[in-house]
């Protein structure tokens, strides 16, 4: 399966430089961009892009990217102001900017295609500019998911194989320019399971670290049979892995039981550790190096009634480190944890913003919450309870009051899933911060 390692010393050498060199912090965000992205929209964003996937039967069916206005002092604010269809149904599902944020990368778990946007030309009507398809005769992976920058390439997180299906899958690395670089494996064996999901760098300790979901075969079944299906419930990831980020390779396994998904760095200056929410057991993870400089993995909180499956699906992290939202799925709940002490997460607010939530995105202030409504076609919820929208929410540190609703079933376009922000081109091209500048 796993083909390739070629062009892995160039990326090597760019990682290395990059990580020796600047050691920036493992500052991200709005809020969970690599470290590496420039631009960062710290005051008002003016354009949400929503990845969403297309409905058979509703408008041209296809998979698209949707632009909403996000800007209150706009006129196009709430309102989709463009929509980009790709071409055919493959699973929309992740998406990330490159390290310039001059494009935007959003794959298909499907079909593995990979469409290049450029969002940097003019944000309010990205383009599409190329599309890859090589990824799995290079690799052997399938289902690319996460979308992860680094200086002048991306790495790409994949959820399977095109072999057996299952979890076990790898890590490849293109260039900005959409050319294949390298594959890396993620280790199956001595406590590993190989399962992939998320990635999230820390440049200042020179590690990274994945997730584990599952795999073809269960995230494009339907869920109501996937759960009756003992055999397939056993093939979910129970692991995290910490990398070297200079060499790419695996350094240690983490027990991470039930699926751990999102993977979010604190941005507070001088913190250093991570914190995921495993989907299955509904429970925080703090990943955290002890007085030895050992990383270990370590529940921290609980999410909801693990009882009731509640199923976290998405997190975000304030800019200051000290506040968690989690969304979970089955329930429609909007949770806030007060992280500040993350050994010990307390939630301190809860509130149901749907009847089916899946990923939620912040804004750097805090001020800002955006949700949207669409898990896995296959999973999402059925007749009444399938609603898809987007949710725009400002934040008082009180209570979430909905500032915009965009019905995407209502609209045409699909099911609401990955959302990025963007700002004015100007604004977007002109800042270069310290940490890119310093690469």
């Given amino acids: 399966m796993m083909k390739s390692f070629v062009g892995f010393a160039c990326v090597a050498a760019i990682i290395s430089t990059a990580a020796g060199i600047a050691a920036p912090p493992s500052r991200a965000d709005e809020t969970c961009l690599s470290p590496y992205t420039a631009s960062l929209i710290k005051g008002q964003e003016a354009y949400l892009h929503v990845w969403t996937l297309g409905e058979k039967g509703l408008g041209d069916e296809s998979d698209k990217l949707v632009t909403i206005g996000a800007d209150p002092k706009s006129s196009s604010y709430g309102k989709v102001i463009n929509s ?67 200086p002048g390439r991306m790495v790409i997180g994949a959820l399977s194989n095109d072999k057996t299906r299952d979890g076990v899958t790898g890590i490849a690395v293109y260039s900005n320019k959409g050319e294949f ?45 996937l759960i009756k299906d003992a055999e397939a419930m056993k093939h979910f990831g ?22 751990p998904l999102e993977i979010r760095w604190s941005l507070k200056e001088g913190d250093d550790w991570a914190i995921t929410a495993s989907a299955l057991t509904s429970k925080l993870w703090l990943i955290n190096h002890d007085a030895k400089d050992q990383w270990q993995a370590k529940e921290v909180g609980t999410i909801g009634d693990p009882a009731k499956i509640p199923l976290p699906v998405d997190i975000s992290i304030s800019a200051d480190g000290t506040r968690l939202w989690v969304n979970t799925f089955m329930d429609g709940t909007t949770h806030l944890f007060d992280i500040s002490d993350p050994e010990h997460p307390k939630q301190i607010y809860e509130k149901v913003t749907g009847k089916q939530v899946n990923m939620i995105s912040q804004s750097w202030d805090g001020k800002r919450v955006y949700i949207t409504s669409s898990l896995l076609e296959n999973w999402d919820k059925k007749g009444d309870d399938n609603e898809q929208v987007l949710r725009a929410y400002d934040w008082d540190g009180k209570d979430l009051a909905l500032k ?35 690469q």
């Fill in 84 to 150: 980009v269809s790709v071409g055919g149904r493959g699973e929309a599902h992740h998406m990330g900017f490159t390290d310039d944020r001059k494009y935007l990368w959003a794959g298909r778990l499907d079909d593995c295609k990979i469409f290049i946007f450029d969002v940097g030309t003019d944000p309010s009507h990205p383009a599409l500019v190329k599309t890859i398809t090589d990824l799995t005769g290079k690799t052997g992976y399938i289902g690319p998911h996460t979308f992860y920058a680094i």
């Fill in 181 to 225: 670089l390298s594959a890396h494996p993620i280790p199956a064996d001595n406590g590993g399971d190989g399962y992939g999901y998320d990635i999230a760098i820390n440049p200042k300790k020179n590690v990274f670290l994945t997730s584990s979901f599952t795999g073809w075969n269960n995230y494009m079944m339907d869920i109501g049979k």
């Fill in 238 to 259: 129970n692991t995290m892995v910490l990398w070297n980020l200079k060499s790419m390779q695996p350094e240690k396994i983490l027990s991470v039981p039930g699926a």
């Fill in 404 to 438: 915009f609703e965009v019905d995407f079933f209502k609209d045409k376009l699909g099911r609401p899933h990955h959302m990025k922000f963007s700002g004015q081109a100007s604004k977007a091209s002109l800042e270069v911060p310290g940490r890119l500048a310093s």
